[in-house]
Structure formats: C-alpha cells, structure tokens
C-alpha cells in the first residue's frame, strides 16, 4: 500500500518543487522509499511513496519503467494473484523479471494485454501507467473502490491517492460543491464520483480511463457487481457452504503473501471472527490479532474478541479507551479526512491501526460481510417499505407516529415515501438518522436541488431481486465504498498500516450476489457465515447479541462536546457559511436539547460539514 500522485500538461512545463510537496503531503501513505519520474520534455511527471510489503529491496521502488523506457508505473495496492499472472506471461514469452514485486507484473502486463490485463488481477489497486510513444497516461481503480484515486482535469490531468495530494498541482482555486454539501448531509459521505469540490473528481471503481489531453479523460467500466447477477440461484445448502468458504479460505490465503508481519482485526463478531479462524490455520505460529474497546461497559466487546483469540491460540492485544480519551479524537478524526465525512467509528478504526502498527505491517479486516450476506436492519426496512399495504398505510401511519416519543418520530422518517423514486438511500438516510431528501428541501438555502444525489436501482438485471437485496446492492456500491473503505484507508494509512479485506475478493463477491436469499437470512443475519463459523468455534460465541462499536454521540454533545454546537452552528457561523437555513438550525438544536434523541445524528453532520469550511476557508 502506498500514496500515488502525478499531472500531464499539454504546455508549458511541471514544477518539481510541486511534486516534493505532495510526496510529504503523502509521507503518511508510504514511509519508506519516496520516488519521481518526469518525461524529458517536462510535460509529465508521476511520483510515489512507497510501503514495502512484497519484495522490499531498491530494486522494487517506484516509479518503476520497462527495460526500453517506453512505459512507467506508479502503483498502489496489491494485486495478489500476481505470481500466477507472472508465469502466464513467461509462458507467453514476456521478461525476464528483475524484481519479485507485483508492481513489476501489472507493467508488464498492461504492456502485454493492453487495459484487458486488469481483468486477470485479483486484488485492491489504483495505479497510473504512461505511454512515452503514444503520450497517453492510463489511470486504474480495482472493482471494489477498495484504494481511493482523485482526479482533476483542470489544466491538464493530477490525480493522486488523496484530495489533498492533488492540492498543490491545480493552478486555479477550487470552488466547494453544493450538490456534493447536500448528498453529505443526506449520506453522512460524499458518494462517487463527487467530492467538496467541482473541480475533483472520485475516478470510479471498476473501471480504467486514458487521457489523451483536450480535458478529455476516456472512462471504461471493466467490472459492475449488477452485471455479475445471474438468472438464478442454483445452489443446495452444503454446496453454498462448501463454496463459500472455499472462496473465503482462498481469498485469505492470497492475503497472507507479505514479506512484513501481519494481523487481523478482531472484534468478536461474525466477519472479523472467520477471517481470523482462517487466518490463524495458514500461520506457522500465532497469529496477531488486535481489537479495541471501551472502559464503558454498553459499547464494550473487546471481551469477546478476547475469547475468540483465545480460542483460536492467537497473539492477541487490545486497546481499551474510556470515553474521555475518546472525545478529543473527534477533531483529530475531521483532520484526517479531507472532505466532510461523519462516520465516528473512525475514531476506533484510527486507535486500533495505531495499536497494530507497533507489530505488523499488513492487516486483515472484516468489511463486506454484511454488504454481502445481508447484515444490517435496513434490509428487513426494505422489505416493510416495498408492502404495497405499508405504503398505502404510511402517511397516516407516519403522522401518528409523528406525534409520539423521539424513537416513534425516528420511525415516522423511514415513512415519509414521497420520495419513494430513490428509496434506497432514503431508508439509509433514515436508518443513520441524517437528513431525508424532503428536509433537505426546507434546510438548503442553495438552488441545486434539482441536480441532489439520486440513486436509482440497476435496470435490466438477469434477475428479480428482493428489496432487501436490491438495498444490500445499494450498500455494496455506495456505502461500503464511499464511506467504510473510505475510513480504514484513511485511518490505517494515517500510520502506514496497510488493510487487506478478504471478504471483498471479486471471486466471493460474485458468488454472494448468486446466493440465494434464504442462505444470508434464515431467522437471523448472515446466517451462511455464522453456520461456516461453526466449524470453527464453539456457538456460544457465535450467536450473540451484537452492539458494534459505537460513541456515545448524542450524550457527548448534549455534554462535554456541546462547545462544537457553541462554536460552529452559532448564528453568524451558520449564516457566514450560507448552506442551510440558520433559523431552522437553531430550532432543530433546542429539540435536540430538549430530549429528541433521534436527531443527533443530524446536528453531528451540521458540525461536521461547518467545521470543514471555517477550517478551510471555504466561504
């Protein structure tokens, strides 16, 4: 894993002194080796920061260039079939080889196949490649969205690992984005392609793209989750056991290549839990594990990672915060993210990278479990919702409750339908507590209202799919990407510490959106990986009620953080910013005092996105 950045002019030349700048930006990303490249008419530059996990002598440092010069790579991630894509080409003539690293691989089979050799790679990637002879630069992003890549084509191309990474190579002031402002106050993230600014651009998961100049960056999809959706699910329950964990068994095993040591994250639950199992079987001596917890005993489950640890004969350490230590990591996490983002679970994703990276250089996480086999409560929502007799009974019924406890007027949002068009985010939205598309109408006081985020369900699928599965594709395309693997990259790379997440191997991925429904569902959530965890540990840690980590937010900011409330949505602040409607601010603040519980989730985002402009002077 590493930080990846560079710019293509048409005219003039680069300034070097820009790309040291963002190298230190990025030292974060990649600590050990830092490299450049530039073409000889200075029209061209990439650079690199690199993390040595695979092969970690000089010789593998980026830039890396083809023997004839013609062709330079700069590379993040790991593509971890890369020994087998190897062979393939010597057995097609292409080499030798000089380094034993997967960067070499990818050049040499872009080289080779041209942009169809991504679809050989199994792994998490973003990367650019130049052609010195045709004077096209390539940019790849792997299927997932699991390695982040920015994009301007604002006086040319930049693009870099991170938004601030391309700070330093645009020329011109970057303007904010008031459709990107209103889908963070809806989503709590900034979903793809957007960011804060006009100017940047997400470069979209599952694809590659050439810009050959003229502001033109041709974009190509190689791989979408809804095309991979058969016409049916023919499987019989051992033969999606057996499938499954055979599929998780061989992910993990190609997780493992690294010549660092390397852990897993381990929270008690489910998907953490399998992945260590697996883990610890391929190990010649204990494996690593590392988990956190608070000293409050309602949010702590670090006792149940503990107990699986040593069920399993693992290394195990553990990070126990109290919450006075975790309440001034909240600012420190809007730091660490260079755009508004909400998710407080980063506060523990950040502590327990800092624990691990004391003894491990790679970790294996659990993200994607519940994307794919159907994990959260919004799943049952989308099934309710979709009841043509729910629907018919929702305005009443939601007026009703309207009138209730805070818990009620919670519900009483997931049954505002009138946006019914775009219900998948809209029962996301409301299953997070964060603003519906329909308050957002009265809170904005921008005009962009007609170009709001909008999610519609994939069209011509080989297949009917549920609500709930239909809800779980929204989840594995927009939330676990924009928001979940947003978070552990930023968090883990905040130490140099590189995430692999087993779960979301393109091989399992497919196979999960061909399962049928009754396997990740049956009385309860993921009911497929619990019973494969079965053949691992004992059922008494298994099936359990599961609170997941979460900060006490809304008993925070009634409290010890309520000088956020104080600093950022006062009157003037409000007002100076000029994104939402200071009177209806004020208002929501004094029912939020007052007891309804239900929308602190709501005055966090408001924080959050004032916080990014006053500290950026984006007024």
């Given at each position: 894993?590493c930080?990846i950045f560079?710019?293509?002019v048409?005219?003039?030349?680069?300034?070097q002194?820009?790309?040291?700048s963002v190298?230190?930006?990025?030292a974060?990303?990649g600590?050990?080796?830092?490299?450049?490249?530039?073409s000889?008419?200075?029209?061209?530059?990439?650079?690199?920061?690199?993390?040595s996990?695979?092969?970690?002598?000089?010789?593998?440092n980026?830039p890396?260039?083809?023997?004839?010069?013609?062709w330079?790579?700069?590379?993040?991630?790991?593509v971890?079939n890369?020994?087998?894509?190897?062979?393939e080409l010597?057995e097609e003539?292409?080499?030798p080889?000089?380094?034993?690293?997967?960067?070499?691989?990818v050049l040499?089979a872009?080289m080779?196949?041209?942009?169809?050799a991504?679809?050989k790679?199994?792994?998490?990637f973003?990367?650019?490649i130049?052609?010195?002879?045709?004077?096209?630069?390539w940019?790849?992003?792997d299927?997932?969205?699991?390695?982040p890549?920015?994009?301007?084509?604002?006086g040319?191309?930049?693009?870099?690992s991170?938004l601030?990474?391309?700070f330093?190579l645009?020329?011109?002031p970057?303007?904010?984005?008031?459709?990107?402002?209103?889908?963070?106050l809806h989503?709590?993230f900034?979903p793809e392609?957007?960011?804060v600014?006009?100017?940047?651009?997400?470069?979209?998961?599952?694809?590659?793209?050439?810009?050959?100049?003229d502001k033109?960056?041709e974009?190509?999809?190689?791989?979408?989750p809804e095309?991979?959706?058969g016409?049916?699910?023919?499987?019989?329950?051992k033969?999606?056991?057996?499938?499954?964990?055979?599929?998780?068994?061989s992910?993990?095993k190609?997780?493992?290549?690294?010549?660092?040591?390397?852990?897993t994250?381990?929270?008690g639950?489910?998907?953490?839990?399998?992945?260590?199992?697996i883990a610890?079987?391929?190990?010649?001596?204990?494996?690593?594990?590392?988990?956190?917890?608070?000293k409050?005993?309602?949010?702590?489950?670090?006792?149940?990672?503990a107990r699986?640890?040593?069920?399993?004969?693992?290394?195990?350490?553990?990070?126990?915060?109290s919450?006075?230590?975790a309440m001034?990591?909240?600012?420190?996490?809007?730091a660490t993210?260079d755009?508004p983002f909400?998710?407080?679970?980063?506060?523990p994703t950040m502590?327990?990278?800092r624990?691990a990276?004391e003894?491990a250089?790679?970790?294996?996480t659990?993200?994607g479990?519940?994307e794919?086999?159907m994990?959260y409560?919004s799943?049952?929502?989308?099934?309710r919702?979709?009841?043509?007799?729910?629907?018919?009974?929702?305005?009443?019924?939601?007026m009703?409750?309207?009138?209730?406890?805070?818990?009620?007027?919670?519900?009483?949002g997931?049954?505002?339908?009138?946006?019914?068009?775009?219900?998948?985010?809209h029962?996301f939205?409301?299953?997070?507590y964060f603003?519906?598309?329909?308050?957002?109408?009265?809170?904005?006081r921008?005009?962009?209202?007609?170009d709001?985020?909008?999610?519609?369900?994939?069209l011509?699928?080989?297949?009917k799919?549920?609500?709930a599965e239909?809800?779980?594709?929204?989840?594995?395309?927009?939330?676990?990407?924009?928001?979940?693997?947003?978070?552990?990259?930023?968090?883990?790379m905040?130490?140099?510490l590189?995430c692999?997440v087993p779960l979301?191997d393109y091989?399992l991925?497919?196979l999960?959106?061909?399962l049928p429904?009754?396997f990740?569902?049956?009385?309860?959530?993921?009911?497929i990986?619990?019973?494969i965890?079965?053949?691992?540990?004992p059922?008494?840690?298994?099936?359990?009620?599961?609170w997941?980590?979460?900060?006490?937010?809304s008993?925070?900011?009634?409290g010890?953080?309520?000088?956020?409330?104080?600093?950022?949505?006062?009157?003037?602040v409000?007002e100076?910013?000029?994104v939402?409607?200071?009177?209806?601010?004020?208002?929501?603040?004094?029912?939020f005092?007052?007891g309804?519980?239900?929308?602190?989730s709501?005055?966090w985002?408001?924080?959050?996105?004032?916080h990014w402009?006053?500290e950026?002077?984006?007024?």
């Amino acid at each position: 894993m590493c930080g990846i950045f560079g710019k293509f002019v048409e005219q003039g030349v680069l300034d070097q002194k820009q790309f040291k700048s963002v190298s230190e930006i990025l030292a974060h990303r990649g600590p050990d080796a830092e490299g450049f490249f530039f073409s000889q008419d200075r029209q061209l530059g990439l650079g690199h920061r690199r993390l040595s996990v695979i092969d970690l002598r000089d010789i593998a440092n980026q830039p890396m260039s083809s023997a004839d010069g013609n062709w330079t790579i700069t590379y993040n991630g790991e593509v971890f079939n890369y020994r087998e894509v190897r062979q393939e080409l010597m057995e097609e003539g292409v080499g030798p080889f000089k380094t034993d690293s997967d960067t070499e691989v990818v050049l040499l089979a872009w080289m080779h196949w041209g942009p169809f050799a991504v679809e050989k790679f199994n792994g998490m990637f973003a990367f650019a490649i130049w052609d010195q002879r045709n004077r096209d630069l390539w940019l790849c992003r792997d299927r997932l969205g699991i390695k982040p890549l920015f994009y301007s084509c604002e006086g040319g191309l930049s693009f870099a690992s991170e938004l601030k990474g391309i700070f330093p190579l645009l020329t011109q002031p970057l303007t904010r984005s008031n459709r990107a402002i209103a889908a963070f106050l809806h989503l709590g993230f900034i979903p793809e392609p957007d960011t804060v600014y006009e100017e940047i651009k997400k470069f979209p998961s599952g694809h590659y793209g050439c810009y050959k100049g003229d502001k033109q960056l041709e974009l190509v999809s190689y791989w979408k989750p809804e095309e991979k959706i058969g016409n049916r699910t023919a499987y019989t329950e051992k033969e999606a056991l057996d499938a499954v964990e055979s599929a998780i068994s061989s992910s993990v095993k190609y997780r493992t290549i690294a010549d660092v040591p390397f852990g897993t994250f381990l929270s008690g639950g489910t998907d953490s839990s399998l992945v260590t199992a697996i883990a610890a079987k391929l190990t010649s001596k204990p494996l690593l594990t590392f988990s956190i917890g608070f000293k409050e005993g309602k949010y702590d489950e670090s006792k149940y990672a503990a107990r699986v640890a040593r069920q399993l004969g693992t290394e195990h350490a553990e990070f126990i915060l109290s919450e006075r230590e975790a309440m001034p990591l909240l600012e420190d996490m809007l730091a660490t993210f260079d755009e508004p983002f909400a998710d407080t679970s980063a506060i523990p994703t950040m502590m327990v990278s800092r624990l691990a990276r004391e003894k491990a250089t790679v970790i294996l996480t659990g993200d994607g479990g519940d994307e794919l086999f159907m994990g959260y409560g919004s799943y049952k929502w989308a099934q309710r919702l979709s009841n043509p007799l729910v629907k018919a009974m929702a305005t009443p019924t939601k007026m009703l409750l309207s009138m209730g406890s805070s818990r009620y007027r919670r519900v009483a949002g997931l049954l505002d339908l009138e946006n019914d068009g775009f219900i998948r985010s809209h029962i996301f939205s409301q299953e997070q507590y964060f603003f519906s598309s329909m308050e957002l109408k009265a809170f904005l006081r921008t005009n962009d209202h007609d170009d709001f985020y909008k999610y519609r369900d994939p069209l011509g699928l080989a297949r009917k799919l549920s609500a709930a599965e239909l809800q779980a594709l929204f989840d594995l395309k927009v939330y676990l990407k924009d928001d979940l693997l947003t978070k552990v990259d930023r968090a883990s790379m905040k130490y140099g510490l590189e995430c692999r997440v087993p779960l979301l191997d393109y091989r399992l991925v497919e196979l999960a959106l061909n399962l049928p429904e009754t396997f990740k569902k049956r009385g309860q959530s993921k009911w497929i990986l619990k019973k494969i965890l079965e053949r691992h540990l004992p059922k008494e840690l298994i099936y359990r009620p599961k609170w997941g980590f979460s900060v006490p937010l809304s008993r925070w900011l009634r409290g010890e953080l309520k000088y956020l409330i104080d600093e950022y949505l006062n009157d003037s602040v409000v007002e100076a910013v000029g994104v939402v409607n200071a009177t209806l601010v004020k208002k929501m603040i004094e029912r939020f005092m007052k007891g309804d519980d239900y929308l602190y989730s709501r005055i966090w985002v408001l924080i959050v996105l004032h916080h990014w402009v006053v500290e950026n002077q984006q007024f």
